[in-house]
C-alpha cells in the first residue's frame, strides 16, 4: 500500500472512530425513553416537516413495514400522530404533537449547550479549522 493510500485509509479511520464518538457524546447529554430509530424519525419529521410514512421510510432509509413500527411506538408516546391525506384517502400523514417539537426543541438545546461548552475550550484557530471541516462534512453526507 502507497504512503498516501495508508494515510488516507488512517484519515478514514480516524475520522470515522472521532464522529462515532462525538455522536455518542452527544446522544448520551439527555436521557432518553426513545430509541435511535425512533428520535431519527423524530428528528426527519422535525426538519422536514409532516410526512407520508411511505416518504418517512424513504427519508430514513428503511423499509415501509419497519417504518409503521417506528410510528406506531412514537404515537403511543404521544410525539407524533396520523391524519388523512389531503388528497389521497388510502393514506396518513405523519406530523409531530406538540410534546414531539417540545422533544426536539429539548434534544438540540441540550446537545448544542454541551457542544458550545466544549468549543468555549477550543482556540480560535481550532475553531475556524472545525468551520471549514463542518462544511467538508455537510457535503460529504450529502
Not at 493510500?5 to 452527544?26: F, G, K, P, Q
Not at 417504518?67 to 411506538?73: E, G, K, L
Request: with cysteine; charged share 30%; glycine share 4%.
Amino acid at each position: 500500500m502507497s504512503e498516501t493510500a495508508e494515510r488516507e485509509r488512517t484519515l478514514a479511520s480516524r475520522l470515522r472512530i472521532a464522529i462515532v464518538r462525538l455522536n455518542r457524546r452527544l446522544r448520551a447529554q439527555t436521557e432518553s425513553s426513545v430509541t435511535l430509530s425512533q428520535m431519527s424519525a423524530l428528528a426527519c419529521l422535525w426538519r422536514n416537516g409532516p410526512l407520508a410514512p411511505r416518504e418517512l421510510a424513504a427519508h430514513e432509509g428503511v423499509q415501509p413495514p419497519s417504518m409503521t413500527r417506528v410510528i406506531a411506538a412514537l404515537e403511543d408516546l404521544g410525539l407524533v400522530y396520523r391524519r388523512q391525506h389531503p388528497t389521497d384517502g388510502r393514506q396518513a400523514i405523519v406530523e409531530l404533537t406538540e410534546a414531539g417539537d417540545q422533544r426536539m426543541e429539548q434534544e438540540v438545546s441540550v446537545r448544542e449547550q454541551w457542544l458550545d461548552l466544549r468549543l468555549a475550550e477550543l482556540t480560535d484557530q481550532e475553531r475556524d479549522t472545525l468551520s471549514s471541516a463542518a462544511r467538508i462534512l455537510e457535503r460529504m453526507a450529502r
